[in-house]
Nanobody, 121 residues
Framework: QVQLVESGGGLVQPGGSLRLSCAAS????????MGWYRQAPGKRRDMVAT???????NYADSVKGRFTISRDNTKNTVDLQMNSLKPEDTAVYYC???????????????WGQGTQVTVSS
């Protein structure tokens, strides 16, 4: 069974930094895209950053220049370095991965349980 486990959330002051990590575990054949979404109270879940298996990245306009996504394909992990954090970055952050569990199955999205990031003075 595939699991995504996030770590690294917490409380930080405006202008501070946090690093989120996510590790995929279990039995699977291949991971395609990985990434991070976030959901603030009363709002929809929005894409923050994604990274393809080959390393190509995509960022939401609101985080460009402040956040950096990276992955380690040997460890099946994806990280999100968040700098210059703002109160509007406060949300639950979810890791996702597009995974094929066997060579005969289609890719499907798996999600982590979410980690809270709060930016406040």
């Amino acid at each position: 069974q595939v699991q995504l486990v996030e770590s690294g959330g917490g409380l930080v002051q405006p202008g501070g930094s946090l690093r989120l990590s996510c590790a995929a575990s279990g039995r699977f054949f291949k991971i395609n895209d990985m990434g991070w979404y976030r959901q603030a109270p009363g709002k929809r879940r929005d894409m923050v950053a994604t990274i393809a298996g080959g390393g190509g990245t995509n960022y939401a306009d609101s985080v460009k220049g402040r956040f950096t996504i990276s992955r380690d394909n040997t460890k099946n992990t994806v990280d999100l370095q968040m700098n210059s954090l703002k109160p509007e970055d406060t949300a639950v952050y979810y890791c996702y991965a597009d995974i094929r569990t066997t060579a005969w199955d289609p890719f499907r999205d798996y999600w982590g349980q979410g980690t809270q990031v709060t930016v406040s003075s």
